[in-house]
């Protein structure tokens, strides 16, 4: 259905990189939901070549984290070379560069998006790592820099002819950052002019619009991003609803309320119980979202600094109801589809 270099995939569904998110916890949920293809929260090139212990925590992994994609922030060839010879031997599949991130302190360095002004550094780039690694190697780009110099394509082909495998691109420029609606004709473009796969990124918040960017691109797959958080449901409907089967209901709250407490679980075990519970605040906000009366449990979270804390709030969620009759996709979808 997506085939990447020698990965072959069964969904066109992938869950993207999120930096501080795609941890081993939120990776493993989402394949209990149909997710195949899941890549790590990014990497920066030079902590791991200098064997920085905490970006090293980062490519931990467990059996059944597979397919894996391992993503790569860069611009230096050497840092990049040798952070990939330290992957030797480690169960992965692909290796993902980064000229997308959109934050100040990171292009400011020239990584990230940044590459996106110099599409030679994306050729060089990539043509290290793929001569660095046996597995794929994809790259993820955005529409351009900013809106007067849209060159996806460009880039796009430079990485196809360094040897890229994929292409992963975020149809919005750096200047958008995460704002406005995707631009679903530049991932047209970009899949017009390549002969491997392009992955499409941006506002695939529900099956519709995951369906309409697939229709509307001829794009090989999706990246799943915002969409995934609270809602790892996102991947067992939209792979449903591409199947031709209808809409799901939203999950009702038992269920909900049974996947924030696996979550926390996992949290809890990788991290470390206060690690764990922290980290998992963020994600008590995504999943609580249509709870009536859900401030004062909110507030409790954040304070929460146990498990078992943390767990009594979830219990406690249980007395409240649910907002009635809004679909959980709705107001998403009416904010990027025009009626
Ligand atoms: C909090 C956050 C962290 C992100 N981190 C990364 C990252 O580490 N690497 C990357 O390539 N993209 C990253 N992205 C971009 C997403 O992968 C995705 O391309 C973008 O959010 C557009 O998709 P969406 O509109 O469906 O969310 C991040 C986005 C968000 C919101």
Redesign the pocket.
């Known amino acids: 259905m997506l085939s990447i270099g020698n990965v072959h995939l069964g969904s066109q569904l992938v869950l993207?990189?999120?930096?501080?998110?795609?941890d081993l916890p939120l990776r493993m949920l989402c394949r209990e939901f149909g997710c195949e293809l899941a890549?790590s929260?990014?990497i920066s090139a030079r902590s791991l070549a200098w064997s920085n212990i905490k970006t090293e925590k980062m490519l931990f992994t467990e059996q059944g984290d597979r397919p894996l994609g391992i993503?790569f922030?860069g611009v230096d060839p050497e840092m990049l070379a040798r952070a990939a010879d330290k992957l030797a031997g480690l169960p992965y599949d692909m290796l993902?560069l980064?000229a997308?991130?959109p934050v100040a302190k990171v292009v400011r360095k020239g990584e990230?998006a940044c590459l996106m002004k110099e599409p030679k550094k994306i050729y060089e780039l990539v043509k290290v790592l793929v001569e660095r690694t046996s597995v794929p190697v994809t790259v993820?780009l955005r529409a351009g820099w900013d809106n007067a110099s849209r060159n996806a394509c460009e880039a796009a082909l430079r990485a196809q002819d360094a040897g890229a495998s994929a292409v992963?691109i975020?149809g919005?420029t750096r200047a958008q950052e995460?704002r406005g609606r995707?631009q679903y004709e530049t991932i047209r473009e970009v899949k017009k002019a390549l002969s491997i796969p392009v992955i499409g990124?941006?506002?695939?918040?529900s099956p519709r619009l995951i369906k309409r960017m697939l229709d509307e691109t001829g794009c090989d797959g999706v990246?799943?991003?915002?969409?995934a958080?609270g809602n790892p449901w996102l991947f067992q409907e939209a792979n449903a609803f591409l199947a031709g089967k209808p809409e799901q209901d939203r999950p009702g709250p038992a269920d909900i309320l049974a996947v924030m407490r696996n979550h926390l679980d996992r949290c809890c075990s990788f991290h470390g119980e206060a690690l764990g519970t922290k980290l998992f605040r963020k994600f008590f906000s995504w999943y609580s979202k249509g709870f009536l009366n859900i401030k004062p449990l909110r507030i409790r979270a954040f304070a929460a600094c146990s498990c078992n804390d943390m767990m009594a709030v979830i219990d406690a969620m249980e007395s409240l109801g649910m907002e009635p009759g809004a679909p959980v996709y709705a107001s998403r979808e009416a904010d990027v589809i025009e009626t």
């Open positions: 993207a990189p999120l930096a501080g998110i795609t890549f929260t990014m993503q922030l993902d980064n997308a991130c990230g993820k992963f975020h919005r995460y995707v990124s941006g506002d695939a918040f990246a799943i991003a915002r969409g958080l």
